[in-house]
């Protein structure tokens, strides 16, 4: 068995590439054909002179419906019901999808030892490369987690007119997408993504994203080249982010591959922080070889911290191969963030502690899907959306093991905004047998062990290591969701690759594992999923560190006009207790119902105002879901990771922003519950709390408590100077009796405030309460508040906004900002804003800062408010 694996682990080591001293992107001018209507050989189609002019413009990198979308040939399959007028792959035979996507390039033979790298960092599932009439490939290439690299120098043409053509061919099994979670279960049986065969909150992929779907590059080196660096950094002691730091140490390594037939000598430098280390070596002909670099000390070290507790500093490092001769053969970039990720086990919680540079961590995470289904992945993407992640509060990202181990500028991101990230690999206990399950095919005893190729899983798994290492965000590896592989990959993860290509990060055996919280008191399992009542976030204890916790998601009109039809544009009607509601668009796309909650605000009277009322509900949910959590930290709870941030289609559940980026009110109730410093009001036992989530202990705290009537007339509570402690949630008061006296009859608005000893306010936060009845009703007869809007250019792209009350006005409450094109009335997407749903109390001001994206030259803001009628502020 020892040596059996040890010959799986050799195989792992084929192949690292990154960004070289010259490499370009091969993301253009592609064709596609469909190969059973081809009856050209492959030798042939591969040669310049056979004619690919009549060929389909192609989507490289992307998936054959990527393609077919692209040239019209298929509908939307995010708008409406279009994905059912879309063949599944199931029903129509693979055949259908399998594509032959050529390239034609220039590219020159190389003088002397240059080499010519062709990359391929991602295809599913497997592949028959040819170049020139000449196959690449030796053996049939597959697994959609492997990338593949070739050289290719001496299969060049002499003229530089060079043919690249690829056949894709779908996963191995396609799976029955049945309406079970990953369809019958057997697209597992690949080492691919789960979720295309459909899940409760996505509809299947037709074609199971069949393609060529990440990056291809021509990398030109010299004969040696940099394979598999790595830097890993050692941050000793308790550190903070102000003031001196001791010492911190980088080490680092690589492995370095001769791909010439003669000796080469030469030095292997890595420069980082103006400092360097060199190591003299010679490789022989075709020789590999890993070398170990002498250690470098980083003295008073800029380190790298997570979102909300400091900054996201990153040294720029490169590695370099210098031949003997002075020329650089070879040179690799790697962004360092120096800091140090550790995890303990709270006795106290009974849960792990992640530590950052020696520094407890409560996370507050989000799960992650993918960008998108279609496997439309771009760099503007992935920081708009990590952007939006921030600005929820967020400290931490769990990317879900049905889907991807996701692309490096993902990781860019996250390590710019300064997320964790919990990186899961590919599996599932809904695909991998821990439940009994009608809609499965095949037993649980043999899903237990899917995939079918465990050698490949364990490849895929190494290079994907290699592939993210590097990355300071990076700091949770998993071994799948809610399952432990089988025994022989989770040992191989475990006791093997983990240790050999990293070990330097918490490996956790699945994803709600004991060995990451255990509860004792019988709240097994995570979740839940669904809408609450508030009080159930204070009152309910569930497992300390919970990986999967979430509640309802849908947007607002604007973001539900995008994806559903006209005549599907209705309220919908729940039933008790099921998913199905009366329209059918709205159960395709996974409406999660809001139950009752809606209606405590009135009766909606059409579908803008439920979604505007669904609204109220989100972001209630999820502040008070956050609040909840921090208010029991280190005593309950070490940490949550919410069900789910965002959506890679049209969906209607679990979700901060929709698919377009369109931020709703739940980001905005997170951003309010997540600020470092934060006063709060339990609805468990109508307390209010301070929660300090910083390091530092804060002295002088003025707490403001006030309630305010439906016609803003304000009574004040408490105002009491106050200490908040480091890292935790202390309780300050009851205001039980003032609520039961104040708000019986219409309800009340109660807000707490946080002051400096400069009397700037530092946090503010405003709840909504209902009446005895548990109904919002004097909502309903507020007056209308004459907010006062001033907006102005503040820097391309970006907006001040000041909204202002006046004196013995009522509330301007929740108000939703908007920039718009003032042409189109459609909203400027993504926009980002320092906050939004916000209420202006009487004589108050908030000043609101928007970042908007390049489009037309005049832009306009829209405000609209509960109790405020929209306007719409025109900016040149």
């Not at 799976?175 to 065969?197: C, E, F, L, R, S």
């Not at 305010?708 to 408490?718: A, D, N, Q, R, V």
Request: proline share 5%; glycine share 8%; with cysteine.
């Amino acid at each position: 068995m020892k040596q059996r694996f040890l010959l799986l682990y050799l195989a792992c080591l084929i192949g690292y590439y990154g960004t070289g001293q010259d490499v370009y992107e091969l993301n253009s001018g592609w064709k596609c054909y469909q190969a059973s209507e081809l009856a050209a050989t492959p030798e042939q189609l591969s040669q310049n002179s056979y004619a690919i002019d009549s060929w389909m413009p192609a989507v490289v990198p992307g998936t054959v419906l990527t393609t077919l979308l692209e040239n019209k040939k298929i509908p939307d399959p995010f708008y409406g019901m279009n994905n059912n007028k879309i063949p599944d792959i199931y029903n129509v035979g693979k055949a259908r999808y399998t594509y032959w996507f050529c390239k034609d390039f220039k590219e020159a033979i190389p003088s002397g030892d240059g080499q010519v790298w062709l990359n391929f960092r991602g295809i599913n599932y497997s592949c028959e490369i040819y170049l020139n009439g000449k196959k690449v490939n030796k053996q049939t290439f597959k697994g959609m987690f492997l990338r593949q690299r070739y050289n290719i120098t001496r299969l060049l043409n002499k003229s530089g007119n060079n043919r690249l053509a690829v056949i894709v061919y779908p996963p191995d099994a396609v799976g029955n997408p049945n309406g079970g979670q990953g369809g019958d279960g057997t697209i597992a049986k690949n080492v691919t993504h789960q979720y295309v065969a459909g899940w409760d909150w996505i509809q299947p992929v037709r074609d199971r994203n069949t393609g060529i779907w990440d990056k291809v590059t021509i990398e030109k080196t010299k004969a040696v080249i940099i394979v598999d660096p790595f830097v890993r950094t050692e941050v000793p002691g308790i550190r903070k982010p102000a003031g001196a730091q001791a010492p911190a140490f980088i080490h680092t390594s690589a492995t370095l591959e001769n791909a010439s037939a003669a000796t080469v000598s030469g030095i292997l430098k890595y420069e980082i922080n103006h400092q360097q280390v060199r190591q003299r070596v010679t490789l022989k002909p075709f020789e590999k070889k890993e070398m170990q670099l002498p250690v470098i000390e980083i003295k008073n070290p800029r380190l790298w911290w997570p979102n909300t507790y400091g900054p996201q500093n990153l040294y720029p490092a490169a590695f370099s191969f210098i031949k003997s001769n002075n020329e650089i053969s070879d040179s690799r970039n790697v962004a360092v963030g120096i800091r140090e990720v550790k995890n303990i086990w709270n006795n106290h919680t009974r849960s792990m502690e992640v530590r950052v540079n020696g520094q407890p961590v409560f996370i507050r995470g989000g799960n992650w899907i993918v960008s998108d289904e279609l496997l439309r992945f771009s760099k503007e993407r992935y920081d708009a959306e990590i952007r939006l992640h921030r600005d929820m509060g967020l400290n931490l990202i769990r990317v879900w093991g049905g889907a991807l181990t996701e692309r490096p500028e993902f990781y860019e991101a996250c390590d710019r905004y300064g997320f964790l990230v919990m990186q899961d690999f590919w599996g599932s206990g809904d695909c991998n047998g821990r439940w009994m399950d009608p809609k499965k095919l095949e037993d649980q005893w043999t899903r237990r062990n899917y995939p079918d190729d465990h050698s490949l899983f364990i490849e895929s798994a190494a290079d994907m290591i290699r592939m993210i290492r590097n990355h300071p965000s990076l700091a949770i590896w998993c071994g799948g969701n809610e399952i432990v592989l089988a025994p022989d990959l989770f040992h191989a993860l475990k006791d093997s690759l983990m240790p050999k290509l990293d070990g330097t990060r918490w490996f956790i055996d699945y994803s709600n594992s004991d060995s990451m919280s255990y509860n004792a008191i019988g709240n097994n399992g995570d979740g839940p999923y669904g809408i609450q009542t508030l009080p159930y976030f204070w009152n309910y204890r569930t497992w300390p560190f919970n990986s999967e916790i979430g509640s309802v998601g849908m947007g607002d009109f604007a973001s539900l006009k995008r994806f559903i039809p006209e005549n599907n544009l209705v309220i919908p009607s729940e039933k008790t207790g099921s998913e199905t509601v009366n329209d059918s668009v709205w159960t395709y796309h996974k409406y999660i119902g809001y139950g009752k909650f809606i209606e405590a605000y009135g009766a909606p009277k059409n579908l803008e105002d439920f979604a505007n009322k669904a609204q109220l509900v989100n972001y209630d949910q999820y502040r008070t879901l956050m609040e909840g959590f921090i208010g029991h930290q280190w005593d309950w709870y070490t940490g949550l990771i919410i069900w789910k941030t965002q959506n890679p289609w049209t969906a209607l559940r679990g979700q901060m922003y929709d698919y377009y980026l369109d931020p709703n009110a739940c980001l905005y109730g997170l951003h309010t519950a997540n600020q470092p410093l934060h006063g709060m009001f339990s609805f468990g036992d109508s307390s209010i709390y301070i929660a300090n989530n910083t390091w530092e202990k804060k002295d002088n705290l003025m707490l403001v408590v006030k309630a305010f009537s439906m016609e803003g007339k304000e009574h004040l509570i408490t105002q009491v100077f106050c200490e908040a402690i480091p890292q935790n949630t202390k309780r300050i008061l009851s205001v039980k009796a003032a609520i039961k006296a104040m708000g019986k009859n219409e309800g009340m608005f109660l807000t707490i405030q946080l002051l400096d000893m400069s009397k700037t306010i530092i946090d503010e936060n405003t709840y909504w309460l209902p009446d005895q009845s548990g109904n919002y009703s004097g909502l309903n007869k507020m007056p209308a508040a004459p907010l006062n809007i001033q907006c102005k250019k503040a820097g391309a792209g970006k907006l001040e906004v000041q909204l202002q009350n006046p004196e013995n006005a009522p509330l301007a409450f929740f108000n939703r900002l908007s920039v718009v094109d003032p042409k189109t009335g459609k909203r400027l997407l993504p926009s980002f804003y320092s906050d939004n749903y916000v209420t202006v109390l009487p004589g108050a001001r908030k000043l609101i800062h928007i970042d908007y994206p390049k489009g037309p030259q005049a832009v306009a803001v829209s405000v609209a408010g509960w109790n405020v009628k929209e306007q719409l502020i025109s900016i040149n």
